[in-house]
């Protein structure tokens, strides 16, 4: 019998890997390239003990086609970034990048199909993690918490990159009646698949607000938790410390 978690996991997988092709681009397009510098500022904030820890060992959650795991790979202080997913094009795509790429620290990298509800990873194994755009879509955030908690190791940070609610009834009107509106439409022209960029849209409404995120952080042991809103609060940083 399949289970509604089980149902879910397969659409997003599907979903993903309809749209893996275009993904890039229409990223590109959607945020006018600003999606790199929130990554940049997402993986800023889960650095701030990377500088003191030799050979550190980091986990990109949900990695894509790979953004933030090569954002990663650049720094000195990295020996190592472990980059997960579910959906096997994404991460075709982001091995042929690692192909594609010049740059020798792009062998820091290893991409791997795993599930961010049961990490095949030890204990208190990882010196930081970030997740760019992925826990939206997990089937039960509260487990994928503990699982980040579990093998981040103590006074390791997290920063979690996605969608927020803005805070402002007038910004979140424009926000929800305008752009968001129009998301499904460039999906639908760019990529052939206007479901996807719907479902993505539509996910916004059972997502928690950025401050309800931290407390959810703070709520499964992380000694600190804050949260920083990004274009008038319609994307969010959330950051948390073990």
Not at 137 to 161: C, F, H, M, Q, T
Request: hydrophobic share 45%; glycine share 6%.
């Amino acid at each position: 019998m399949v289970t509604l978690e089980e149902d879910k996991s397969g659409y997003i997988n599907n979903m993903f890997a309809r749209i893996a092709k275009s993904y890039d681009f229409l990223n590109l397009m959607m945020t006018l390239n600003m999606h790199k510098l929130w990554k940049k500022q997402a993986i800023d904030a889960a650095s701030v003990n990377i500088p003191y820890v030799k050979k550190a060992k980091i986990l990109d959650l949900c990695t894509g086609t790979g953004d933030m795991a090569f954002e990663w790979s650049k720094k000195l202080q990295v020996s190592k970034v472990m980059a997960i997913d579910s959906c096997i094009p994404m991460l075709e795509r982001a091995e042929r990048r690692q192909i594609k790429s010049k740059k020798s620290n792009s062998d820091k990298i290893t991409f791997m199909e795993a599930d961010a509800l049961a990490l095949p990873f030890p204990d208190n194994h990882f010196d930081a993690v970030t997740v760019g755009f992925g826990l939206r879509n997990v089937n039960d955030l509260d487990l994928a918490l503990a699982e980040i908690y579990r093998v981040l190791k103590p006074e390791g940070y997290i920063a979690s990159l996605d969608l927020g609610h803005p805070e402002s009834g007038m910004v979140e009107s424009f926000h929800k009646g305008v752009f968001l509106k129009l998301m499904p439409l460039l999906g639908q022209i760019f990529a052939g698949d206007k479901a996807a960029y719907k479902y993505l849209i539509d996910s916004l409404e059972t997502w928690p607000k950025q401050k309800d995120l931290s407390q959810m952080f703070w709520d499964k042991g992380f000694t600190r938790s804050y949260y920083k809103n990004i274009f008038l609060g319609t994307i969010a940083i959330v950051v948390a410390q073990k």
